[in-house]
Every structure is written in structure tokens, then in C-alpha cells.
């Protein structure tokens, strides 16, 4: 696993439980939603990249769309 793997499933998790532990404030919650969407958005970001395939480079912007 290099290190843009680990950035970002760390990224995820940490976003993913401090959404579990900070329910109570609305602001909280959609922070840690932000986080965990930019993480799913620099793994899929950069999986084409160092699989040089041209196939899943939209798969991105598929995903904020």
C-alpha cells in the first residue's frame, strides 16, 4: 500500500468516526460527510493514475455529479 492509498482510507476512517462520534451538531456531521466524499474523491482520482488506465478517468467526476 503506498502512501496516496493510506492518506486517503486514513482520511476515510477518520471522517467515518467522527461522523459516529459527533452526531450532535449539524455543522460536525456535514464536515466529517465533506471529508469522507474528498477521500472517496482522491482514491478514485488517483487509481487511473497509477494503473495508466484511460478507462476510469471520468469516474470522478461521475461521482460529484
Not at 469522507?36 to 467526476?61: E, F, H, R, V
Request: with cysteine; net charge negative.
Amino acid at each position: 500500500m503506498d502512501i496516496t492509498h493510506l492518506s486517503s482510507f486514513t482520511a476515510f476512517i477518520l471522517s467515518s468516526l467522527g461522523l459516529a462520534f459527533h452526531r450532535t451538531h449539524l455543522v460536525s456531521a456535514l464536515l466529517c460527510l465533506e471529508g469522507i466524499i474528498l477521500a472517496m474523491y482522491l482514491a478514485l482520482a488517483t487509481q487511473p493514475i497509477q494503473n495508466q488506465s484511460a478507462s476510469l478517468a471520468l469516474t470522478p467526476i461521475f461521482m460529484l455529479t
